[in-house]
């Protein structure tokens, strides 16, 4: 086939072929060690992220622990709490307080009121 064919011709064909081959080579070793490179990079940055996110949500938590930890203190739900276990007969905010003045007295009519 190439016998037919100029060696100045022959010589570009050969020196085409290795050209092309070598870039070939060249470029699929480029392509892979950029993509092992840009997966490591990756990787370390979706693991720093995933970091830096569960640090957000443990701050959350936290200041929302802090408040329930605050709202649970309260008397109001200490008694409840107490009064549903069954130590206390009614809760602190449904008791009345006890007759300690003479002003204070229940009011009950004693008829019923009509309009």
């Excluded at 010589?11 to 490591?40: C, D, F, H, K, P």
């Excluded at 605050?70 to 549903?84: D, H, Q, R, W």
Aim: hydrophobic share 45%; no cysteine; glycine share 6%.
């Amino acid at each position: 086939m190439l016998k037919n064919v100029n060696i100045g011709t022959r010589l570009a064909l050969m020196g085409a072929a290795a050209l092309l081959i070598s870039l070939s080579v060249v470029g699929y070793l480029s392509i892979s060690r950029s993509s092992a490179a840009l997966t490591a990079s990756e990787n370390e940055q979706l693991g720093t992220r995933a970091v830096e996110l569960a640090h957000s949500v443990d701050g959350v938590f936290g200041e929302e622990m802090k408040l329930v930890t605050a709202l649970a203190k309260t008397p109001v739900l200490v008694s409840a709490a107490e009064s549903a276990l069954g130590n206390r007969p009614q809760p602190m905010a449904l008791r009345r307080p006890a007759p300690t003045s003479p002003v204070w007295v229940p009011i009950r009519p004693s008829a019923p009121i009509t309009r």
